[in-house]
């Protein structure tokens, strides 16, 4: 046993409200430099769709994750002799256009045209060339479900319904969709760190944040191509990759990531989880039906004396044991199990989680009119699972390697919760009926409570639990990162600039 | 002074540039220690330029080398007709490959706005050296034949006189014109290694060949109990930084 800790998320689908301030608190503290402005570190994307970069799912056209080729992994990449060989032409890197043209606007013009009949207009000025250019696509260009016959009908993950279930999607695509935020998932089994020739991207052993050594990486792109959730983005301007960093100087002060803490729909849950670092190749092997079970099964109960003398073994100190102790994402992932990983197949074994939107067909389009008068009692509850209007298997395309059954799962235990507190509530069920819904979603009234605590009513110290972190060398050489930031963006020591 | 300056002078200080300052870059510009690479903005040009140029580049340098290291063995080899043949016609289509190649590149930075954005002088002072360096060895090797040999009496007796700090400038002083460019323009190249993206040719990262995918850092030294070190910043109320151990 090699008990090792690992900051973990949780999203919770549900209550996501698509606002975007996520994104805007991560562009404005990390992306916001020359070569980073078409990165979104944290995106938040509408689903269906094909997301960002443009049908990102599709590892056909991108090669990323790992693929299972008997009772070995192997990057569907390349492997490594393969990846020296493409090391002069890396032949699937996707380019800005798969991304966006970042661009600005000469807002100058407005203010200094001269008086005249017609309204002056600001053009939109490429901030790669600095020229003037057509707009073809943005961040969020397809959000909520914009443009939908281009992007939504070309996600991926409807290829695996049947004609009828895309029909009916169709029917009421202006009706059901869902957001999807996004952010580095900080895997345990990396692929962006195993494809990179240099060696420059590590996992920090002491909580598994995943960073890239700004003066170790050489241009070779590897990692974007190698990250199946395309995670890693190449920084144009400095010849370097740069990914999401978890905000560890924030983690480190004991502050919640940026996207976190902005969080508006307090969709988001940090907390340590304990695994076992001696079966991760064992996990990323699993059969693709076991893959969403075998990552249940990694993550190892906190309280379990066992596992608790492994990880002091480890140097993994009180606090952070009492913090996984009191992690959301324990309770969300592992004991409630209702959190799953995003395209578990990818194999790289995602250490963010998120709790499946429901979605339940509460009511129907009549006339053109929205009648939601349908619903009484709990029968209509339960069946909206059947009827749901995002397919099970849409959803098991995407949370659990097509294994539907685990969806299922999920939404009953979700569905009793809800079932549980409307008894309760609105009283318009009876405490009979609630308590076979309970027996039907397999929890129980203490579970069912927690989970409506923790969804509904968590303070901030609920959602984040931050035990206190192994500094960052780089950030401990340069001081205050606050100050540093500014300065030389999150490369240490000099300013992240070539001068030949 | 002229030829003994180019001959006898200016290889060392080009080498000595070369070395001296690769290291100086290596410790003190890490982060640029790369070639920045452009693919990014601009696919299917650097395809063609770039897989072409660098293979072909490479695939000729070799015998360049190999003449230069061991000089018997190279005449052995070419010292049957068909081989010296297959020799000669091999390298004119590998520097017919790089030309173009490189023209791609150059064309490439040209045309294409967004590739322009991201090209530097010295990008540009490079370019010029290389252009000139595989325009000269195409016409070498096209109008003043079979170099694989002469090359072994003229150019190698020199370059050995060099490493043996005896320089003897005979051996290349009557050499023709266009031959005589390629080699001095082969030193301004050596000089510009520490000025250009050509360091990236030493960070061919061949360990990753060797060594397991995942890399793990540890901040703090694993397993070892530990009292608070002095003069360390400390983060929590008993959590003290440690050192890498
Ligand atoms: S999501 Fe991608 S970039 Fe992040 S750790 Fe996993 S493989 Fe690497
Ligand atoms: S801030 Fe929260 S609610 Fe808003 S889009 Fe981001 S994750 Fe969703």
Aim: with cysteine; proline share 6%; net charge neutral.
């Amino acid at each position: 046993m090699d008990i090792r800790a690992q900051v973990s998320m949780v999203f919770h689908l549900d209550k996501c409200i698509g606002c975007h301030t996520c994104s805007i608190a991560c562009k404005n503290i990390w992306t916001d430099r020359k070569g980073t402005e078409y990165m979104w570190w944290n995106n938040v994307e509408t689903k269906p769709g094909t997301g960002y970069p443009t049908t990102w799912e599709d590892q056909d056209k991108y090669k990323g994750g790992w693929v299972k080729d008997g009772d070995r992994l192997r990057l569907r990449l390349q492997g490594r002799t393969e990846g020296l060989g493409n090391i002069f032409f890396n032949p699937n890197l996707p380019t800005i256009d798969d991304y966006y043209e970042p661009w600005t606007y000469q807002y100058d013009e407005l203010f200094n045209a001269p008086e005249g009949d017609d309204q002056p207009t600001a053009r939109p000025i490429s901030l790669i060339t600095g020229k003037p250019m057509d707009i073809e696509a943005g961040p969020n260009w397809d959000d909520d479900l914009g443009g939908s016959p281009i992007y939504a009908s070309n996600d991926v993950n409807l290829e695996k319904l049947t004609e009828h279930e895309r029909e009916q999607l169709n029917e009421v695509e202006r009706l059901v969709f869902f957001y999807l935020p996004r952010i580095c998932n900080h895997c345990l089994n990396p692929s962006c760190v195993a494809a990179c020739p240099s060696g420059a991207i590590y996992k920090r052993g002491e909580d598994g944040i995943v960073l890239i050594s700004q003066e170790k990486c050489r241009a070779w792109r590897m990692c974007v191509s190698g990250c199946p959730y395309k995670k890693t983005y190449y920084n144009w301007a400095t010849g370097k990759s740069e990914k999401c960093i978890l905000c560890y100087p924030r983690l480190e002060t004991g502050q919640a990531p940026a996207c976190f803490h902005s969080c508006v729909g307090r969709i988001r849950y940090l907390g340590l989880l304990l695994y076992d670092a001696d079966r991760i190749q064992e996990t990323a092997l699993a059969d693709e039906a076991d893959l969403v079970m075998a990552q249940r099964r990694i993550i190892q109960d906190p309280f379990d004396p066992l596992v608790i003398h492994a990880a002091k073994a480890n140097g993994i100190t009180d606090q952070q044991i009492a913090a996984a102790q009191n992690s959301p994402s324990y309770k969300f992932v592992k004991k409630w199990g209702i959190a799953l990983p995003l395209h578990p197949e990818f194999r790289t074994l995602p250490m963010l989680f998120y709790v499946p939107p429901m979605l339940p067909v509460l009511g129907k389009m009549k006339d053109g009119i929205y009648d939601s008068s349908a619903v009484e009692g709990m029968g209509q509850m339960l069946n909206s699972l059947e009827k749901a209007r995002i397919p099970v298997r849409y959803m098991a395309s995407l949370f659990s390697a097509g294994n539907e059954e685990i969806i299922r799962e999920v939404y009953r235990k979700n569905i009793a919760v809800r079932l549980f507190k409307r008894a309760q509530r609105v009283k318009d069920i009876s405490a009979a009926e609630a308590q076979e819904a309970l027996e039907i979603g397999k929890t129980t009234a203490e579970e069912a409570e927690a989970i409506f605590n923790l969804t509904s009513l968590p303070t901030m110290e609920e959602r984040f639990v931050i035990p206190a972190f192994a500094r960052e060398e780089a950030i401990e050489q340069s001081l205050d990162p606050y100050t540093h930031k500014p300065a030389a963006g999150f490369g240490y020591r000099e300013a992240p600039a070539r001068r030949w | 002074m002229s030829n003994t300056f180019l001959w006898a002078v200016f290889p060392y200080i080009a080498v000595a540039l070369c070395v001296f300052g690769g290291l100086y870059r290596y410790f003190h510009d890490r982060f640029s220690f790369s070639s920045q690479s452009s693919q990014f903005l601009e696919n299917r040009m650097a395809f063609w330029g770039s897989t072409m140029w660098h293979y072909a580049i490479i695939l000729i340098l070799i015998p360049h080398v190999l003449g230069f290291l061991v000089p018997g063995a190279w005449a052995a080899l070419i010292a049957d007709q068909t081989r010296l043949y297959v020799m000669e016609v091999t390298g004119l289509a590998l520097a017919v490959m790089a030309t173009l190649g490189l023209a791609i590149l150059i064309v490439r930075r040209l045309s294409n706005a967004r590739a322009q954005s991201v090209t530097s002088v010295m990008d540009w002072v490079l370019l010029g050296a290389l252009g000139l360096q595989v325009v000269m060895g195409f016409w070498i090797a096209f109008f003043y034949r079979w170099g694989s040999e002469w090359y072994l009496h003229t150019s190698v007796p020199w370059l050995v006189s060099l490493v043996n700090f005896n320089p003897q400038i005979q051996y290349v002083t009557a050499m023709p014109l266009p031959v005589k460019i390629h080699m001095l323009n082969a030193f301004v190249i050596l000089a510009l290694f520490p000025f250009t993206r050509l360091v990236h040719i030493v960070t061919l990262p061949l360990p990753y060949l060797f060594r397991p995918y995942q890399v793990v850092i540890w901040n703090r030294k694993r397993n070892v109990p530990y009292d608070a070190p002095t003069g360390v910043a400390s983060i929590g109320p008993d959590v003290p930084y440690l050192r890498r151990g």
